[in-house]
């Protein structure tokens, strides 16, 4: 499975631009359009998106009609706009998009929510790659140059999570959460300690940062 | 107590009191004039009686008639003419009287001097009594007294009977009056309850409502005067609502153009910490922020220019050539990028004005034309009969963007507009600038003509 694709239409730059390079960073592929006919006219050619970032105020066509060709092909929706007023948001939500975020956001929030539509929808790209390293998150199987090694289950799901959020610092509570869940109120350090384990086992000692007082970051060094 | 209750009381009492006095005077003279009638009556009778009487008497008298031949005779000579109510007596004896009452207790005939009347209650009757003494022939010592004693009681029942047909006649009028009196108040007071009503429709929100109350009266008056008052609140009410709307707008469109860039700088902040990026990745990061923060300086300068325009006119009587030559050196480079021509006709010498307002103006509106235009095209700035005109030959705005052009954050081409480094309130600016000159902004356009764009100066 290749990486899901992102459609992005918002008419402005500078926060279509930040979105873009963070969807790319953390590996995602994305196509951005400011003008919401000129993305209805390229989904008459290319319509294989995994999920749609709307605005809703667009030149063109304005977010809520370009819905109608996001349902003709499948594809999921998320509205972001400036609108608060709660009459739009329980039209976009009525019309059946997956979710809605209002601006201004967070970066971190609507990455999650990103992956919980993607999952949602069954569409979620479980393999994930790093390097010379493939990880399948369904299968659960860890591959280096093309040779499996074997992980404990603990320190797998820590590199999976790391490497689904590839270049982007994760906080120890979200990787405590993500793996024993929301209710678990364990020792921190707990997560120190499999980060260890994986930095000493995979050889990732520069790659696996600690970012202080927050978390961790697996970096990809493109020089 | 409602107003046609009081009228209606007020009325009905001074009709009773009215009605009361006048029924009162008038019994009171049929009391006396029947009551003066029937002493007339009895003093007529008797004065007749005692002439007779006297007459009959003296005819009949002889000197040498013994005293009880001559009791007889006047017994016999008044009998002839008495009826049942009269008393004749002499010297200080009763010699005819058919009734059970002794007039001469009432009436003193010692005092006798002609006829004397009395009229009063015996036994439970009303009674009269007129007598006089008369002299006759041949008794001087001995006066006769002549009574007419009358029971007048029939009259005063009669009396009592008028009295109460007059009360009943005056209650009867009392009560039709009374009738009619609260019928007419409440229909000359109905114009008020529709004018009450209207006000209550107006008090709940109903600005719209008028009072259909068209009498000629001072009600009527009130009621067109009521009207206007109306009319002047929901011209207001509605200027106020319009401001208000207006208003929110406006900070609708504040709020929004002020998240976009705050949502881009926030979201640049995260990547920024939270992303690994190489150091090019990272200075273009640092860039964008520094555009979207230079942005936002301008809407906030713009926004407050806005805001505290008209605070601060400073109006002088300004050399028009000077003004179009500021204009012309402002957007010179501006020209020369887009290669437009710039044509600058001056016929108006003197104008009063803000000039650095003015010139703020017309840079912004010569800049807009040169967006319009195309390569070569030419863009003129004139300046006749107290009007300032910007016209081009450019791709022209449609009829209803025209009328929302002025309005703040109002964007034709909004992401041409942006590229551009617009914040959408240019023309908003140039019109409060034009209204608080004073000056009218007029704007004419056609697509693929161009568009003139006109500041009429009045009053100077």
Known sequence: ?223 | MKLWKKISLICGSVLIVIVTICSAILLGQTQRKILSLTYEQAAEKQKTLAFSFTETANHFYEEDDSEAVAYALLHYCFSRIADSSAVLRVGEETVYSQIGIRPEEYLLPEEFQGQQQYSGKIDGRHILIVGSTENLLGSPDKPCEIYIVEDITPVYENLTKVLWQFILIGAACIMVGLLFIIILVRRSLRPLAMLQASASHIAAGNYHERTKVCSGDEVGMLASDFNRMTEAVEKHINELTDKNKRQELFIGGVTHEFKTPLTALLLNIDTLQNTYMEEEERSLFLEHMERQCKWLERLVQKLLKLITLGQKLDLKRTAVSELLEKVQESVAENLRAREVILEVHCKTEMLTLDADLMQSVLVNLVDNAIKASAKGQTVVLAAYDNVLEVRDQGIGIEQEELAHITEPFYMVDKSRSKKQGGVGLGLALVKEIVKAHGALLEMESSPGIGTTVRIHFTGQ
Not at chain 1, 45 to 54: G, I, P, Q, Y
Not at chain 1, 78 to 105: C, H, N, Q, W
């Open chain 1, 1 to 223: 499975m290749a990486a899901n694709r992102i459609l992005i239409v918002e008419d402005d730059f500078s926060i279509s631009d930040t979105i873009a390079l963070n969807l790319k960073y953390v590996g995602y592929e994305y196509m951005v359009f400011d003008d919401g006919r000129k993305a209805a006219e390229y989904l008459l050619k290319d319509h294989s998106f995994d999920l749609a970032l709307l605005d809703i105020m667009l030149p063109g066509m304005d977010g809520f009609a370009l819905f109608s060709y996001m349902e003709k092909y499948n594809i999921p929706v998320i509205y972001m706009t400036a609108k608060t007023d709660s009459e739009s948001e329980v039209r976009g939500l009525r019309d059946g998009a997956e979710d809605y975020i209002v601006k201004p956001f967070e970066m971190v929030t609507l990455l999650v929510r990103i992956e919980k539509v993607l999952a949602r929808t069954g569409r979620i790209n479980q393999i994930y790659r790093f390097q010379d390293m493939i990880l399948d998150a369904e299968n659960r199987t860890l591959t280096k140059a093309g040779e499996e090694i074997k992980l404990p289950p603990l320190e797998f799901d820590v590199l999976s999570v790391l490497m689904r959020n590839k270049n982007r610092t994760v906080s120890r509570e979200r990787i405590l959460n993500e793996i024993w869940g929301e209710d678990y109120f364990g020792d921190i350090r707990t997560v120190d300690v499999r980060v260890a384990n994986v930095r000493k086992k995979l050889n990732l000692t520069d790659e696996i940062r600690t970012i202080s007082k927050t978390g961790y970051r697996l970096e990809e060094h493109r020089k």
